[in-house]
C-alpha cells in the first residue's frame, strides 16, 4: 500500500527530517565540463519549496511551466498487479516519494562503483540537484519527466510543449549542458522557480507547505523508459541510474517491482511511500481516472465520514469498481 498526499520532505500526517542533497559528485563520475564548456555563474538565490506528493500539485506545475494537452499524474493506489491494472495507461513516468533516511544510505552503498555499468543511454537528461536548491526534489522529478519525454531541446518527443514556454526555454538552453551545469542553469531559471513556488503554495495542497529552510525527510524520483530502459532519475545520485530493458510487463510493472525491492524492502512497513504515475488523458480527480462516469456519491459519503479525504475516497472506489467494502480495505492498506 502507498499513501497519497505527502510531500517531498513530510507524510501527510507525518513527522519531517533531514533530506540534504549530497554531495553528487562523491559518487559521480561522468559530470564533468564538456570540452570548451566554461562554468555557469552562481548567485545566492532563495531556496525552494517543497511540492506535495499530490497529482493536483504536480500537474499544476506542468501546465504552468508549458506542457501542452492531457498528459497529467494519477495516484497509484498500490503495487500488487491487481491495483496496477487500475493506472491509466499508457504509463509514461512513474514518480516516487520515499523516507530518504531508512533509504538512501544503503542505496548509495549498493551503487558505489557501479557508476558506469549502471549509467543510463547518453540521451538521458539528467541534471544534478545542487546544494543550493532547497526542498527541490518534487520540481526536479517534474523537470527530468518533461525534459526526456519532450525530445532534446523540447522537441520532437512524445510530449508537447508551448512555443517559448518556460519550460521550451529552459530546456533550449540547457541542450548539450553537463549534468552540473544543467543543475545550476536550474537553479538560475527564475521563471521556473517562480512556477514551482505557485505550485507548492497553491490551495490545492492537502498539508501545510514547510518552510525554505525546513529538514525534511521525503525525496522525490522518477522512473521511464529511454532507448528502452528503465531509467532512474534522482538529481542527488550524481548520474541517472539503468535498470535495465523494458519487460514485457512493461514501464509500470517495472518500475513497481524496482519500488518494491530497493525502497519499500528498506524500510519494511514504513508509511511514508508515495507513488503517481503520468498518463496521457489521466487525471486525479473528477472521476476521470478511469473514465467510467459512476455516481459514487453516497459510497464517498460513507468513506468521507470514516475520515478518508473526498478525492482518495473516489480514487479507492474506482479501483474497486464501485464495492465500498473493497475501497475500505485499499484505503486501509
Known sequence: ????GMLDGAAAHGGVSDATP???????????????????????????LP???????????????????????????????DLLQYVPQPTLAVCLLFPSKAVRKPRLEA???????RRAPPSTFYLIQHKEFGNACGT???????????????????????????VKRFLSAARGLTPDAA???LAEASDLHEASEAAAKSEKAQTKTPGR??????????????????VELDGCMGFPIDHGAITSGGLLEDAARIIRMEFMAQAPGNPNFSVMAL??????????MLDIGNDYSVQIQSLTSMGFAEEQALEALQAAGGNLDLAVSILCG
Not at 56 to 74: H, T, Y
Request: proline share 6%; with cysteine.
Open 213 to 230: 529552510d525546513d529538514k525534511v525527510d521525503g525525496h522525490f524520483v522518477v522512473f521511464l523508459e529511454v532507448e528502452g530502459h528503465l
Open 111 to 117: 551503487l558505489q562503483g557501479q557508476e558506469d555499468a
Open 140 to 166: 526536479i522529478a517534474a523537470i527530468h519527466t518533461i525534459a526526456n519525454l519532450a525530445g532534446s531541446g523540447g522537441e520532437g518527443g512524445v510530449l508537447p510543449l508551448k512555443p517559448d514556454s518556460p
Open 51 to 81: 511540492l506535495e506528493s499530490n497529482p493536483e500539485i504536480l500537474n499544476g506545475f506542468m501546465q504552468r511551466v508549458g506542457v501542452e494537452g492531457s498528459f497529467s499524474f494519477a495516484d497509484v493506489l498500490g503495487l500488487e498487479p
Open 22 to 48: 549530497i554531495d553528487a559528485t562523491a559518487i559521480a563520475s561522468g559530470t564533468e565540463k564538456a570540452e570548451g564548456q566554461e562554468d555557469l555563474p552562481r548567485k545566492k538565490k532563495p531556496k525552494w
Open 279 to 288: 498518463s496521457p488523458g489521466s487525471s486525479s480527480s473528477s472521476g476521470a
Open 183 to 185: 543543475g545550476t542553469a
Open 1 to 4: 500500500q502507498v499513501c497519497a
